[in-house]
């Protein structure tokens, strides 16, 4: 409090006029101005980064997600542990991000937690008024480099992702109905806490026609393209297509983020290939965790095909 310039504080946002005093002005910051991104001239934020208990895909979003924030309001961020996946290079591109832009901060702040997913996602959106995929391609560029061998040629590839792990044996479901309960809350700056209206809203396979129905969709209209399967080593596919099976995740990203057309599954770790490519074309499900990231919203700036 002692370091806390409450006069600059006022001046600043004139929607204040009807406060006066430091203490005032304290009460107000502490109640509603450091979740609303406020602060005062002579002081710089800082957030702390944090993971979660998740695999790789949940965790390059939920970076993105705090990544996105702090840029937006212009405000810092600190490493401050082991995080998990750091080897990954996509991680690294990140943290790099991280060290380049940063800004040096003496107040911390709390923005979002490990177990708040939807709340962080969709209310990050809210903030920044823009889709997660278009924010960052305009705004979060360093100098990392992430490169791996590709053995076919990927500028003529249909990339389809199935790899799902731990959830690849759940039912396929109707996304719509947690589409439009998450695009309302994200929409009207609601909080998006996380539940599962209507038994929907969690990651989940496609079924074997839906996906067919959308190669058939594509392929029309790229006959000398190659369609190619994404999936967990050893499992058995059902499609009669060339199969990338391997045990690096990170190469299904980089090959995701290669290919010109993608199809994908419903899953954070397919969302998380978008962030790092330039695609012609992209074939999404949509499903609450995706309408969080601001895409088929109003928010949303990608010229991405949407389904259920």
């Not at 990954?88 to 911390?108: A, R, T």
């Not at 962080?120 to 278009?134: E, K, M």
């Not at 791996?148 to 479901?173: A, C, E, M, T």
Request: aromatic share 16%; hydrophobic share 30%.
């Amino acid at each position: 409090m002692n370091s806390f310039n409450y006069k600059n504080y006022l001046q600043k946002y004139p929607d204040l006029k009807h406060l006066s005093t430091l203490p005032e002005a304290w009460r107000h910051y502490t109640h509603f101005g450091i979740a609303e991104g406020r602060t005062s001239e002579n002081e710089k934020m800082f957030i702390e980064l944090y993971d979660r208990p998740d695999r790789l895909g949940a965790n390059i979003t939920n970076y993105i997600a705090q990544i996105l924030y702090a840029h937006h309001k212009g405000i810092g961020i600190r490493l401050v542990k082991d995080y998990n996946y750091i080897e990954s290079p996509f991680v690294m591109y990140l943290f790099q991000w991280i060290k380049e832009y940063n800004i040096i901060g003496n107040e911390h702040i709390e923005y979002g937690n490990t177990y708040d997913y939807t709340g962080l996602v969709g209310g990050t959106t809210s903030i920044i008024q823009c889709d997660f995929i278009s924010y960052f391609k305009k705004y979060i560029k360093c100098s990392f480099k992430i490169y791996y061998p590709i053995s076919f040629d990927i500028s003529k590839s249909i990339l389809v992702h199935l790899r799902l792990g731990d959830v690849s044996n759940s039912p396929d479901y109707n996304g719509e109905v947690c589409s439009m309960y998450y695009k309302k809350k994200v929409e009207n700056g609601e909080y998006c806490n996380y539940t599962q209206p209507g038994g929907g809203n969690k990651q989940a396979p496609l079924s074997t026609q839906k996906i067919q129905n959308i190669i058939d969709k594509v392929t029309i209209n790229y006959p000398d393209y190659t369609v190619r399967i994404v999936t967990n080593p050893n499992e058995i596919v059902d499609f009669d297509y060339p199969v990338i099976q391997n045990q690096d995740e990170n190469y299904d990203i980089y090959l995701l983020s290669k290919a010109p057309i993608v199809i994908l599954s419903r899953s954070t770790f397919a969302i998380s290939a978008l962030f790092f490519g330039d695609h012609q074309e992209v074939y999404i499900p949509s499903w609450g965790h995706l309408v969080c990231f601001g895409l088929n919203t109003k928010f949303d700036q990608t010229n991405f095909k949407y389904f259920y």
